[in-house]
């Protein structure tokens, strides 16, 4: 049924929950677990100061942070890390076509009414586009 499962993290508490039910699934469908970090930085920076200290610095963080999630994997389950740079949701949408990915697992921080509408959500926008299944895990667990 699942043969790949995509678990985006940014390092936030709902990513962490997203990623302890992304190794379930992978785990009991054997399958191989991608775990995605998004680098996502407006060209448009204050004052023009340079973007790529900023760029190299979330590339770090995201190596860190990919690796956090697969090393939580399940014995036996083959996993996968990727760092894309871009708009989250486009990225999440295109890798998950590029690898043939069966299920996103993501967080959502749980945001309501005002708050949501304003602010967006990638969580929201993955689910509206998304060729493949989407499952959403509570900002609790």
Do not use: W
């Not at 699934?25 to 970090?37: G, K, M, P, V």
């Not at 967006?120 to 493949?132: H, L, M």
């Amino acid at each position: 049924m699942y043969e790949n499962v995509l678990v985006p993290t940014d390092g936030s508490a709902p990513a962490a929950n997203a990623a302890e039910q992304a190794y379930e699934i992978a785990d009991r469908f054997d399958a191989t677990l991608h775990s995605l970090f998004v680098i996502s930085v407006s060209e448009n920076t204050p004052l023009g100061l340079p973007v790529e200290p900023a760029v190299e610095g979330l590339r770090n963080e995201g190596q860190r942070l990919t690796a956090e999630v697969t090393e939580g994997a399940p014995d036996g389950v083959e996993t996968v890390t990727a760092i894309e740079q871009g708009d989250p949701d486009k990225r999440i949408l295109e890798y998950a076509a590029e690898e043939d990915v069966d299920v996103i697992v993501m967080g959502t921080h749980g945001r309501r009414g005002l708050d949501r509408f304003l602010i967006g959500s990638v969580t929201e926008r993955v689910i509206r586009q998304a060729e493949c299944s989407v499952l959403v895990t509570q900002p609790d667990g």
